[in-house]
C-alpha cells in the first residue's frame, strides 16, 4: 500500500518525470536520500514501472485522434493483438466488453493519413469490423 508521501511523489513525476531528487525533495519537504530510496523502492515493486516520452501540447494539437472499435475473429485474437502492436500509430489498445471486443486510440498526422490506417487495421487478417470515432476536442487529460 502507498504511503500518502508515495502518492504526491507519484504526482508530482506524473507532471514532470524529469524533476530532479532534489526539486522533489524540498517540494514533499523530505531529505533526498528518503526521496531516492522511495523512488528506488516504487520501481523495485514495480509501481513505476518506466519514464515516458509526453508530447508537447503543440505537436499533439497537430495530430487527428481516434477511437477505433475492432471486433475480432476469436480464434485470431493473440494474432491480431500482436499486428495491431507493430503499428506505431496505435497509442494505446485495450480489451473492452460488448459489442466490439477492443479499442485502439490511434494518433495520425492528417486525415489521409488517418483513412489509410483505418484500412489497414480493417485488412488485418483476424479483424472482422470496425468502427471509427474522430476525437474532435480533448476536455481534459491526467
Known amino acids: 500500500m502507498l504511503s500518502k508521501e508515495d502518492e504526491r511523489l507519484l504526482a508530482l513525476l506524473r507532471t514532470n518525470a524529469r524533476s530532479s531528487v532534489s526539486d522533489l525533495a524540498r517540494l514533499l519537504d523530505l531529505s533526498r536520500s528518503t526521496v531516492q530510496?522511495?523512488?528506488?523502492?516504487?520501481?523495485?515493486?514495480?509501481?513505476?514501472?518506466?519514464?515516458?516520452?509526453?508530447?508537447g501540447d503543440s505537436y499533439t494539437k497537430s495530430l487527428v485522434s481516434a477511437?477505433?472499435?475492432?471486433k475480432v475473429k476469436q480464434?485470431?485474437?493473440?494474432?491480431t493483438n500482436n499486428e495491431l502492436k507493430q503499428i506505431p500509430q496505435i497509442a494505446e489498445l485495450?480489451?473492452?466488453s460488448g459489442e466490439y471486443d477492443l479499442i485502439a486510440v490511434v494518433q495520425a498526422q492528417s486525415t489521409e493519413q488517418l483513412s489509410h490506417l483505418l484500412d489497414q487495421?480493417?485488412?488485418l487478417d483476424g479483424v472482422e469490423r470496425t468502427n471509427s470515432s474522430?476525437?474532435?476536442e480533448t476536455k481534459f487529460k491526467r
Open 134 to 136: 474522430v476525437i474532435l
Open 75 to 79: 480464434k485470431l485474437t493473440v494474432k
Open 37 to 55: 530510496t522511495r523512488i528506488a523502492r516504487l520501481e523495485q515493486t514495480g509501481v513505476i514501472r518506466g519514464y515516458v516520452l509526453d508530447y
Open 67 to 70: 477511437h477505433v472499435s475492432i
Open 121 to 123: 487495421i480493417g485488412d
Open 94 to 96: 485495450y480489451a473492452i
